[in-house]
């Protein structure tokens, strides 16, 4: 069992900034995929970034490019979100979750954080 603990949301003004931390206890995230998913009040649960367990690959959505920066440290088990230029419209609550290979489709993952809010305030 793997268990995700996100850290890291809050409040923002639009165009601040964030940053998210992913780690999990009883297992080390180092050999996982993880991904980034949010899902907004009304809506479904939308895929934001992804990283491949040594970091080779990364995916983001459209909507995020540019802005969000996914990251990992796997001496520190722990994935990073950066997140520059926050707009309203991403408010949402904010999950990681871990998978065997790294994929933007979030049936595909197995372990799944608690989620954090993140409100950004126009």
């Known amino acids: 069992q793997v268990n995700l603990v996100e850290s890291g949301g809050g409040l923002v003004q639009a165009g601040g900034s964030l940053r998210f931390s992913c780690s999990a206890s009883?297992?080390?995230?180092?050999?996982?995929?993880t991904g980034w998913f949010r899902q907004a009040p009304g809506k479904e649960r939308e895929f934001v970034a992804a990283i491949s367990w040594n970091g080779g690959r990364i995916y983001y959505a459209d909507s995020v490019k540019g802005r969000f920066t996914i990251s990992r440290d796997n001496a520190k088990g722990t994935v990073y979100l950066q997140m520059n230029s926050l707009k309203p419209e991403d408010t949402a609550v904010y999950y990681c979750?871990?998978?065997?290979?790294?994929?933007?489709?979030?049936?595909?993952?197995?372990?799944w954080g608690q989620g954090t809010q993140v409100t950004v305030s126009s």
């Open positions: 979750a871990a998978s065997g290979y790294i994929t933007t489709t979030a049936r595909e993952y197995n372990y």
């Open positions: 009883g297992r080390t995230l180092s050999g996982y995929a």
